[in-house]
Structure formats: structure tokens, C-alpha cells
């Protein structure tokens, strides 16, 4: 078993601060706080991601609106418990925080980059657009210290999603991509609606892990 935490889920990400740093929660002494920062696709298309940080990191920091930052850290996730319902949050967990200036960011060519490595714990659900784009939603879960796993929503597509169609329950894998951030509308049974936001990967390759002839499948995916 990979007992590597920091190499079964690592990130980093360049971006810009586009809100006010909140309060989240405490452990054992330590203040964690929330942000959220805009990292820009290849399309010119944005995603707004959640960062997580420990005061810790932010004696230093200038986390002001409009700050260009780059985080390294790991994707991670955990149960919000909410009108007896449970929810699955997803957040960065920021590691390392350094300030960008303008040139450096545009030198920089990994600016949303995700690395995982984890098991396959539901089957892949593969379909179809009405435009014949090929898409299948994978589960990731990803080991962490003290026996607690981090479960991951991805997204493949085209050979990718081809691919996850034979992959089975229990399978190990790694994937890289990038984090990527969607709105929906969340409908109620009494018929009201909410928009709410969904985080994911969006998956650029894969291969299974410890299979004598694994398979490698890659596409560009912006």
C-alpha cells in the first residue's frame, strides 16, 4: 500500500485572491481560515477554488483581494453534517503559500495541477452529451495520515471515459488534471431551487497503479 501521503495527493496552484479571508475552525490551539481564489484555464475560462490555511502560514502573507498567489497543498475533503443531511465539501489545504509578482506568473506554465493516487471506490458512470462527447464520473479515494481518506469527484473524457468503463471497484489509480469549478441548480422536493457550486477534477491522464501491464491514457483537456 502507498503510505506516501504527500505523494498520493499534491497540488499547486497559481492564482489570485478574490475574497476576504474567513474564520473557519480550530484544532488543538491551531486557527484555520477559508479564501477563495481565481485560477485562470488555457481557455481564459476561470475557476473559482476554496483554499483552507492555517494561521500558521499567514504571518507573512498578504492575502488582500486581487493578490497573486501561488499554493502548493493537497485537494482534500470532509462530511458537513446540515439539517440532517450530509454533505461532501471539498477544499485545498494549503501547505506552502508564496506571493507572485506579474512576471513570474506568466512564466509560470503549471498554473492548476492536481496529482493523485487512490482507489476506484464506486463504478465509473459512463454516458454520452447530446453531442456525442464522451464523459464518466469517477470517485476517487485518497489515503491520508490517521486512517482517514479523502473522496474526490472526477470527471474523464473521450479515451479517458472509455477507459473508465472497465475499470473495476477497489482499483488503484493515479490521475492528473487540474481542479475545476461548476454552478448548478440544487432542486428541493418542494420544488424551490438553489445554486450552489460543485469542485471536481477534471481528468487529463490516468493509469492504474501496481498492474504489470497497466494501461496509460492521456488527452489534453482545457
Known sequence: MNTNYSENNHLILVGKVVSEKKYSHEIYGEKFYVFNMEVVRL???????????????????DLSIGKKLSVEGQFRSYNNYENE????ILTVFAKEITEVEDDEEEKNEITNEVVLIGYVCKKPIYRQTP???EIADVLLAVNRAYNKSDYIPSIAWGRNARFCQNIEVGTEVKITGRIQSRTYEKKFEDG???TRVAYEVSIASMEIVNKEESEDVQEEVI
Not at 47 to 55: A, F, H
Not at 85 to 88: A, F
Open 43 to 61: 481557455s481564459s475560462t476561470t475557476d473559482i477554488i476554496p483554499i483552507t490555511v492555517s494561521e500558521r502560514l499567514l504571518t507573512d502573507i
Open 131 to 133: 453531442f456525442g462527447r
Open 192 to 194: 424551490t431551487s438553489e
Open 85 to 88: 443531511k450530509n454533505r461532501l
